[in-house]
């Protein structure tokens, strides 16, 4: 665990959290002499002082338990598509025509090796299948199947850079409807999220290859957050110090429109 959880956001900063439970603690235990210590008042705090380093353990041992997974015949028969379900930008249009033998996915930002990647590639590195529920905001679920490539995998290829914090997904779709690069599809995850192991770039769903409502040829999985973090149609990746600088600077199509960044369920 290293300064992945260090996000910069209100509230949830857990970093900022452990400082602040550290020092608590410490100025209690310096001023823990015997009769300090028969008060009952400094008794309660000294408890609650460990239900606080509790807390603290929790909250940086928490992201790395896995989300649950199904059995096959738990599997949604109609996993709902929703948000872009038919990107049209002409980029895309033009993958789409010859079965996404051309697209090619770009890793780039703070990495040692960038890298381009295509279908093939990713489909001959180590595979990983798990079938997991998705949650979206909305309201609704489904269980699917999911194989693709850890994400840590290629992370490790290209080699972040030390002052890399955060991986956006770049994505074809428009949907903000503005035409232009700026109102597509895109996601941010903090590496903690980005190296956890049920975190795929999948490029099947169900055991067929990833049909485009649900984000051909290349969609993120990360389980342990809500659908809108789950990036399809990926064209990039890029490792980055901070988001602020991209787009409306809150790390995603839906933060910039006012959702929490940190979606973590
Ligand atoms: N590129 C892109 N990715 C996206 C979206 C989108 O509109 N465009 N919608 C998000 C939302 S809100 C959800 S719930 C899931 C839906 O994934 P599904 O279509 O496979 O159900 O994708 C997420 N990723
Ligand atoms: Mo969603």
Redesign the pocket.
Known sequence: MSDKEDNEKPGLNRRGFLARGGALAGTLFLGGCDALSQNSTVQNILKSADGLTEAVQRALLSPDALAREYSPDEISNDFKA??STDPQTPDYLKLAENGFKDWRLKVGGLVETPLTLSLDELRGMPARSQITRHD???GWSSIGKWTGVQLSHVLDRAKLKPNAKYIVFYCYDDLGRGGTEASRYYESIALVDAYHPQTILAYEMNDETLPIPHGAPLRVRVERQ???KMAKYIRAIEAVESYDDIRGGEGGFWEDRGYAWYAGI
């Open positions: 929703n948000g979206c905001v909305e809500l659908g809108y």
